[in-house]
């Protein structure tokens, strides 16, 4: 593996990602003190079916382009990553067409059967528009992320962050104060238009790349077949998983009304937790989700080339410092949680949520670096397995805890999760790389 470049992308992706959480972060205390936790809440519960949409969009194609790709650059057959593309496109204008017109056509079941509450049924519509962008960005993100090329994606994605927060100032300021309803779908236009513009700049940015990296077209034996044993058993499962989660979700505000609270006081203690601690809590995951996205196709090329030894090496020195940093970042949020939540939010509430989501941290960091290392080997299967498994028995937690323990049992729920999937993960992990000196 070329150390020095796969050092030089990190640093540029996590700096990309820590200036673009950062605004984020900004942005949204803006949106908490315009629209309330409330209103945080009720578009965390359109996010959440947008989110199932948004799989179906992409229905494993990031990641088959990811490894097609780095499977032809691998094995030198460059004439290849060509019709790769191609073939991968296809896929995903086919699925991400299907998604668009099922969110479209289901948005009034959905709002009202499924998610119980009216005022999500505009959003959803808006929300539809924007499928078919994001499933074709897909594929040209897996291409940069194959080629060693991010950096290209990571500026777009810059540009249609600032250009996400821009339209949704302008369009909530023709939104009156407390319209839920309005306020949520302006939020989704705003994002639905950024969507549009960032798939018009990626595919610039592609086309310019690929008439500086032409080559002759060679054979790829088996290619359709290739992408569909990568794609569709992990769309299957990532449906599976995501639909478990969806529901997960749409249960809490309803387990919180049975346990006590107000329609909108159920919102606001889910938007507290979804919408303004794990934004915290996940700010400075981004050298973990950086690493998770570029230690694919180092780990890809190294496995079709044989290079055993060579992983064994990478993984466990990986694993070692994310842990090293994880436990860090997890100290100094605990240690300055009071402050961080009366500084951002000017909630006492959000900083006790932090303190105790910090306890936390090692566990969520690392466990998205071994899911990146298990993708990277070819083990997206059985690291989506192990998601299932984990988002069926939350689902389960929260239909049978919720309604009696309310957001104590929402918060064991989620630590419970989070350390089952690690657990089984990282086990999984040392079980195919062979890094004994690694189980810790």
């Given amino acids: 593996m070329e150390k020095k470049r796969l050092m030089r992308d990190t640093v540029f992706l996590t700096s990309s990602s820590l200036i673009m959480r950062g605004i984020a972060l900004v942005f949204q205390m803006w949106l908490v003190s315009r629209i309330g936790a409330a209103g945080v809440g009720l578009y965390g519960l359109v996010s959440s079916v947008s989110f199932l949409a948004a799989t179906v969009?992409?229905?494993g194609i990031r990641f088959a382009t990811t490894r097609l790709v780095s499977e032809e650059l691998g094995l030198k057959r460059i004439g290849g990553v060509g019709r790769a593309i191609r073939l991968c496109t296809a896929y995903s204008l086919f699925f991400g067409l299907a998604a668009f017109a099922i969110l479209w056509l289901c948005a009034e079941p959905i709002g009202f059967l499924c998610v119980g509450d009216a005022r999500t049924v505009l959003s959803l519509k808006v929300l539809s528009f924007q499928m078919p962008f994001i499933s074709l960005s897909s594929v040209l993100y897996g291409y940069f992320a194959a080629t060693r090329r991010i950096f290209k994606a990571a500026g777009v994605q810059m540009t249609e962050q600032l250009a996400r927060i821009a339209l949704v100032v302008v369009f909530l300021s023709r939104v009156p104060e407390g319209d839920l309803e309005k306020s949520c779908a302006a939020v989704s236009l705003g994002g639905t238009a950024a969507e549009v513009l960032a798939f018009g700049l990626m595919l610039s940015a592609f086309f310019s790349d690929r008439r500086r990296h032409r080559a002759k077209p060679s054979v790829s034996p088996r290619l359709p077949a290739r992408m569909l044993n990568i794609a569709v058993p992990l769309a299957l499962s990532a449906y599976a998983r995501t639909s478990l989660t969806t529901l997960e979700q749409i249960l809490v505000p309803r387990g919180l009304k049975k346990a006590g609270f107000s329609a909108n006081a159920a919102l606001a203690g889910y938007g507290t937790i979804q919408g303004m601690v794990f934004p915290v809590i996940f700010f400075p995951s981004c050298l973990m989700t950086s690493l998770a996205e570029l230690i694919v196709p180092e780990l890809t090329a190294a496995q079709v080339s044989g290079r055993k030894e060579e992983i064994r090496r990478a993984v466990s020195s990986l694993l070692k410092k994310c842990l090293l940093y994880s436990l860090f970042v997890g100290l100094m949020l605990y240690l300055l949680a009071d402050v961080i939540g009366g500084v951002i939010y000017k909630s006492e509430e959000a900083g006790?949520?932090?303190?105790?989501?910090?306890?936390?941290?090692?566990?969520?960091?690392?466990?998205?670096?071994?899911?990146?290392c298990l993708?990277?080997?070819g083990q997206q299967v059985c690291s989506m397995g192990i998601n299932i498994m984990d988002a069926l028995l939350g689902v389960v937690l929260v239909y049978l805890l919720l309604p009696r323990y309310a957001l104590t049992a929402y918060i064991a729920i989620i630590f419970f999760e989070e350390i089952f999937n690690f657990i089984l993960s990282v086990t999984r992990l040392i079980k195919v790389t062979d890094i004994r000196e690694a189980r810790f």
């Fill in 375 to 377: 993708k990277g080997l």
């Fill in 57 to 59: 969009a992409i229905s």
């Fill in 352 to 372: 006790r949520y932090i303190a105790v989501f910090s306890l936390l941290v090692p566990v969520m960091y690392m466990d998205m670096v071994v899911d990146g």
